[in-house]
């Protein structure tokens, strides 16, 4: 066990798996000589060398066909999009490839390949460099698709996604790199696919968020909590599958739901968790179900101001709550 900080946690998870199995490939833009971008994949090349580390051209449709072709052919390759603005050139691919793979096949073939994406915005990247894409590819089926909060999380979820016999988006903010920094534990971490998580217990209503929003409900849970609001906070963390019974028993010990992520709010993943609990969990609920989310304007803003004015944030949170538990 030991004290990690976000970005960590996802380059041990990465270099344990490429000691594992040797099946595991990196490849994207800057991962190699220069240790990607963000420094997430520092020092593997100079471990596993460039068979296995490959640096590739600006061309992500073609990182991705070439993972396609690897999966293909028994390796287990962890492409990575140097941002998520970046990753529509591929659309085409990993839609109507990677995803359809074992359908189009009668499950003969699978896709095992984990696509890692830093994606959000709150660190000043304007409109090119900011973007949140999770609505796009959760609305696809035969796609996992993974957003962790905690450390321990983007190590267990990234080893979990390698481990899959099929397709995962693996979706890391980068304003929590070096943000967030927890206890993590050595060797494997248990993260199951799929399932929730409850960070911190309440009954006056219930907070779901995940990535970075996480860190920001429980700012505002705080917020709350000197007022007397008892908010449940739940870590969505996969949002396809979607944990749909934490979900739902959490709004049922607590009557009310507010949903909470950054992409703009019209057709963003937080309608789908909205819908659920309308349509499952309404004799629950004392309020309709409630969203927090950036406005719906092209791209988050590079002046610090409207950035400011675009991202959710605690204060946004709580105001949005205490207006929720009034109703």
């Known amino acids: 066990m030991a004290d990690k900080r976000y970005l960590d946690a996802i380059h041990d998870a990465l270099h344990e798996e490429m000691a594992r199995d040797e099946r595991v490939i990196v490849l994207g833009e800057d991962v190699g000589r220069k240790g990607g971008v963000?420094?997430?994949?520092?020092?593997?090349?100079e471990a596993y060398g460039e068979d296995r580390v490959l640096d590739t051209p600006l061309a992500e449709?073609?990182?991705?066909?070439?993972?396609?072709?690897?999966?293909?052919?028994g390796l287990i390759p962890v492409p990575e999009i140097q941002f998520a603005d970046f990753i529509h050139p591929a659309f085409d691919q990993?839609?109507?490839?990677?995803a359809r793979m074992r359908y189009r096949s009668n499950n003969d073939y699978g896709c095992p390949m984990t696509i890692r994406v830093p994606y959000g915005g709150g660190v000043h990247g304007?409109?090119?460099?900011?973007q949140s894409i999770e609505a796009f590819y959760a609305h696809v089926p035969g796609?996992?698709?993974?957003?962790?909060?905690?450390?321990?999380?983007?190590?267990?979820l990234l080893k979990a996604a390698i481990r899959d016999h099929d397709p995962v988006l693996y979706l890391e903010h980068k304003k929590l790199y070096r943000m967030i920094h927890d206890q993590v534990p050595d060797g494997d971490v248990d993260v199951p696919i799929g399932r929730a998580a409850v960070r911190r217990p309440g009954r006056d209503l219930s907070i779901f968020a995940y990535g970075l929003m996480m860190h920001e409900a429980l700012g505002a849970a705080d917020l709350l909590a000197r007022d007397g609001v008892e908010a449940e906070v739940v870590d969505l963390r996969t949002l396809r599958p979607l944990d749909t019974a934490t979900i739902l028993?959490?709004?049922?010990r607590t009557s009310r739901a507010l949903i909470v992520h950054e992409d703009n709010r019209f057709g963003g993943f937080g309608a789908e968790v909205a819908a659920t609990i309308a349509e499952e969990g309404f004799r629950h609920l004392d309020a309709p179900p409630t969203r927090v989310c950036g406005p719906d304007v092209p791209a988050v803003p590079f002046a610090p101001p409207l950035e400011q004015w675009f991202m959710p944030n605690?204060?946004?949170i709580a105001a949005a709550a205490r207006t929720l538990v009034a109703y």
């Open 249 to 252: 028993e959490s709004v049922a």
């Open 126 to 130: 304007a409109l090119y460099h900011s």
């Open 143 to 156: 796609l996992k698709v993974v957003a962790p909060y905690s450390p321990a999380d983007a190590k267990g």
């Open 314 to 316: 605690a204060e946004k």
């Open 94 to 98: 990993i839609v109507s490839e990677v």
């Open 38 to 45: 963000f420094g997430v994949t520092d020092g593997l090349f």
């Open 61 to 73: 449709s073609m990182i991705i066909g070439v993972s396609v072709g690897m999966a293909a052919n």
